[in-house]
């Protein structure tokens, strides 16, 4: 399994990017999906999860109504929809999936918000 970021790049405040990250190898069954960030200087958060359980998506406070998570199968594809982006948006986004008792990492996607 090899997971593989994109869509990542540098959009003035205000501005939207849509994150991709391919998931070649991997089936979409019982699964938990993670985007996470780490900004220059600060440890990795967690933004966004989605799992297979229910369904239903997780956001942290500071992207609620803004980021959109979303699997789809058919295309083995993991996005997040990123609005109204703010420079404290600004880091190197991953995406992480976990199933089958593995927990498998992409190499990241370079975001950065200007003002």
């Known amino acids: 399994v090899q997971l593989q970021a994109s869509g990542g790049g540098l959009v003035q405040a205000g501005g939207s990017l849509r994150l991709s990250c391919l998931a070649s190898?991997?089936?979409?069954?019982?699964?938990?999906i993670g985007w996470f960030r780490q900004a220059p200087g600060k440890e990795r958060e967690g933004v966004s999860f989605?799992?297979?359980?229910?369904?239903?998506?997780d956001y942290v406070d500071s992207v609620k109504g803004r980021f959109t998570i979303s699997v789809d199968k058919s295309k083995n594809t993991v996005y997040l929809r990123m609005n109204s982006l703010e420079p404290e948006d600004t880091a190197i986004y991953y995406c992480?999936?976990?199933?089958?008792?593995?927990?498998?990492w992409g190499q990241g996607t370079e975001v950065t918000v200007s003002s």
């Open positions: 992480n999936i976990e199933g089958g008792s593995r927990d498998y």
């Open positions: 190898g991997f089936i979409f069954d019982k699964y938990a």
């Open positions: 989605i799992d297979s359980a229910d369904g239903n998506p």
